[in-house]
């Protein structure tokens, strides 16, 4: 028999969690009343900002150095200022972690505005007590007494969060709940559906003496115990008022197992369809606990064939994503190995913290990569990284599956389970653990479902494991609506052991590489050589080109594959293997890309039109710098330029020591040819020669080299709009009268003879103009 003050402290214990339960309750309660007045003021800025979206997130970039912000965000700004009702409180704003490109989007990031030290709350400023607090106190959307805000944090503070013997008698129990219940009886809360059901949960709790297990088996009452766990493992605050052997938490568990055991016995009586379902779940659960149980600590997979990502877990069936045809049919296409890139990979593992990132641009063959190792054999020397691979995962931007987070935390989760039953057992036997993975709360809050489902369970479990997860196209693990992989990654990074080590490809997007500076970054476009040699070893293994016919197709593809595979297709398709031309699915390949990167982004790339006509047009590498003088950008305007070129158009272009150009020439080809001027990226070549002309004509001190570009640029360009008459001041002997400048100078005054000008002055200095460069060409 039970001593009589074990149960008497069961009892406060019990109390104690009832009313974590009510404050648990509380929170789901003000969700209508909160989010309702958010979005109608968002909706009401909205309707009335005209000046378009942020491009530059301005108040994390310039923080509090409003005159730099767009006008976009001054706009946010200043409508959401007057609802501030503390000038104490605005002036505290920490606005460089905000993230003020999202107002559009997120009520979330315009609450953290009217939340003090909110980027200290760990789960989301609506989603935690105190940050809801300090928004009803802070804005003045919310009409509440501060007598009742200030009664129920003292509330909280004096019987939770400050109560370090986590033990409350039953009056102070009924004191708090009372509190709480006149809280969501305040008119506007109660009117609302959340305010009404959390009001109905509280009311139970003060009605019963102890938990009432009852209703803690309805689903409102198991999620806000799995939250009040959840809290317990991840808050330190809370931690640190925990005595030493773990009574709240072992009293949690408690409850929890007693829960699932009425559970399992209630849905065996029931056989209805629904509860037929949950005792099938059960009995998968039971067989695998069974199974797992006789298997040894080594991952239980086969080393024959590529690394297999099909599981059949519960939770898994409707979040496949199957990968396994794809990285097959890679790596059946990746005749290289690339062996010379595996000691390097070894290298940058075992010197950095977190693991590494491979950047190259695109077609440069990053994802046959990948499949070199998840499909080495033991054989194989990239078997040494193979070994130790948890899971992988390819993004790809047309696939919103697999850039959906709670589909990666589920894959991540089954492959412990298969791969390491004995790590797979603590996932299983977390009810908790286990319940999130097969609900919706993954697909809604995938940060508090990874924390949940697979770092918490596995906390002090898998510090003896090296493990790697690998994943593709980190670019393209984006849909902009924070529940993605980038952004999930980007978080939560930190999060794992650092025995957990993680192998990125990506393109070298600004955007993506500065997330992930803990990194190592392997550029691997600066390994032309190894690349070059690789390419040449493609294309002999896979066509009856002669030796110089691959160097000059080695050239020409400057060590890109993709390119490599358009060039070798097209010239077996039309038995012409002339490199010089763009082959068509080249161009398909140039067009989907420019689509996916520019979506629904006209408006910039028209501001963007006179950078992309002077890469059109150039004829070596520029620096940034140059290449805004030569477009004529202004300087207000070159800060969002230099985001654009590291970004959006940055997939398209290479920097060499400072200098950057096209990928290729085809790309300019492409956005130059007359087949596409329908197209709304199709960009003038004789706009860009017009550019640089004028910009040169403009430099009195005009060096041998330049007269070079000038005479070029001059002769392809609109003369008509050209002052070509200043071509005469440039002194006969300074040409150099080399192949290309004969041709331009002959090409220019061509161009100068079609023009059909009525006798003025300008056309007599044309003449002047033609009679000059005879005397040259003679």
């Not at 908790?432 to 949940?452: M, N, Q, T, V």
């Amino acid at each position: 028999m039970a001593h009589i003050g074990e149960i008497v402290n069961k009892e406060k214990l019990d109390n104690y969690i009832s009313v974590l339960l009510g404050l648990r309750f509380m929170v789901n309660g003000l969700q209508d009343f909160v989010k309702s007045r958010l979005e109608l003021k968002k909706l009401e800025i909205q309707q009335k900002c005209t000046t378009g979206c942020c491009q530059l997130n301005c108040s994390r970039k310039f923080g509090k150095s409003f005159i730099k912000w767009c006008e976009t965000c001054k706009y946010w700004k200043l409508e959401l200022q007057p609802l501030n009702r503390y000038s104490t409180h605005w002036d505290q704003i920490k606005w460089n972690k905000i993230d003020s490109i999202d107002f559009l989007q997120s009520i979330e990031e315009i609450a953290k505005i009217f939340v003090k030290d909110f980027h200290a709350v760990r789960q989301g400023v609506l989603s935690d007590f105190s940050a809801l607090m300090s928004l009803i106190r802070n804005a003045t959307l919310f009409n509440v007494s501060m007598t009742e805000i200030d009664d129920i944090l003292r509330i909280r503070n004096s019987y939770c969060a400050h109560n370090y013997s986590v033990e409350l008698h039953e009056p102070e129990k009924n004191i708090c709940l009372n509190v709480f219940v006149r809280f969501l009886k305040i008119p506007e809360i109660n009117c609302t559906k959340s305010g009404k059901n959390a009001l109905h949960c509280i009311e139970t709790l003060l009605l019963s003496h102890g938990l009432p297990e009852r209703f803690l088996q309805k689903p409102e009452g198991r999620l806000a115990l799995f939250d009040v766990l959840n809290e317990l493992h991840n808050d330190e605050k809370d931690q640190a008022i925990i005595v030493s052997d773990g009574t709240l938490e072992k009293r949690l568990q408690e409850i929890t197992g007693i829960l699932n055991k009425r559970r399992r016995y209630y849905l065996y009586l029931g056989p209805s369809p629904k509860t037929m379902k949950l005792i099938v779940r059960q009995m998968v659960f039971f067989i695998c606990m069974t199974y797992w149980y006789f298997t040894n600590l080594s991952p239980k997979e086969s080393t024959e064939g590529c690394l297999s990502m099909r599981f059949n877990d519960d939770w898994n069936l409707d979040s496949f994503v199957d990968f396994n045809f794809y990285v097959e049919n890679l790596h059946n296409q990746s005749i290289v190995s690339r062996r010379w890139l595996i000691g390097k990979i070894l290298e940058e593992l075992a010197t950095s913290e977190k693991g590494i990132i491979l950047t190259a641009e695109m077609g440069y063959g990053k994802s046959s990569i990948v499949s070199n190792i998840v499909c080495a054999e033991q054989s194989s020397d990239w078997y040494a990284i193979r070994k130790h691979v948890l899971a992988y995962h390819f993004c790809r931007y047309d696939s919103i599956r697999s850039k959906n987070a709670a589909y990666f935390i589920r894959n991540i989760a089954s492959a412990i389970v298969n791969r390491y039953p004995e790590l797979g057992n603590s996932i299983l036997s977390d009810y908790i653990a286990h319940e999130i993975l097969y609900g919706l709360r993954c697909e809604k809050d995938p940060i508090s479902c990874l924390e949940i489902a697979i770092l918490n369970p596995l906390r002090n479990k898998w510090k003896n494991y090296q493990l790697v997860i690998v994943i593709d196209a980190l670019d393209e693990c984006t849909s902009g609506d924070n529940h993605d992989i980038l952004e999930l990654l980007f978080r939560q990074l930190d999060s794992f052991p650092p025995n957990i080590k993680f192998i990125f490809t990506s393109r070298n997007i600004e955007e993506v590489v500065s997330k992930f500076k803990d990194l190592n970054l392997i550029q691997l476009n600066t390994f032309i050589n190894e690349n070059k040699n690789d390419t040449a070893q493609y294309i002999r293994q896979t066509s009856h080109l002669t030796e110089s016919q691959i160097h000059l197709l080695t050239s020409v593809a400057r060590g890109n594959f993709l390119h490599v595979k358009f060039y070798l297709q097209s010239c077996k398709k039309f038995n012409d293997c002339d490199f010089t031309y763009m082959p068509s699915s080249l161009e398909k390949n140039y067009r989907m890309n420019f689509e996916r990167v520019f979506d629904n982004k006209y408006s910039l790339y028209e501001e963007l039109r006179p950078i992309v006509e002077v890469l059109c047009t150039m004829t070596k590498p520029m620096t940034e710098e140059e290449i805004f003088e030569v477009a004529n950008i202004s300087s207000e305007n070159r800060r969002n330029m230099e985001r654009v070129i590291g970004n959006e158009l940055g997939h398209f272009l290479i920097y060499t020591s400072g200098y950057l150009s096209f990928l290729h020439k085809s790309i300019a080809d492409f956005l130059t040819c007359r087949s596409g001027k329908h197209l709304w990226f199709f960009v003038h070549k004789e706009n860009g020669h017009t550019l640089f002309g004028a910009y040169l004509l403009k430099a009195f001190n005009i060096t041998k080299t330049d007269i070079v570009d000038v005479v070029y640029h001059v002769a392809m360009s609109e003369v008509g709009r050209m002052e070509s008459e200043r071509l005469t001041q440039i002194p006969i002997n300074t040409f150099i009268l080399d192949e290309r400048t004969l041709w331009s100078l002959t090409d220019l005054r061509c161009n100068l003879e079609v023009i059909n000008i009525t006798y003025t002055s300008k056309q007599l200095k044309i003449g002047s103009c033609i009679g000059h460069f005879d005397q040259i060409l003679s």
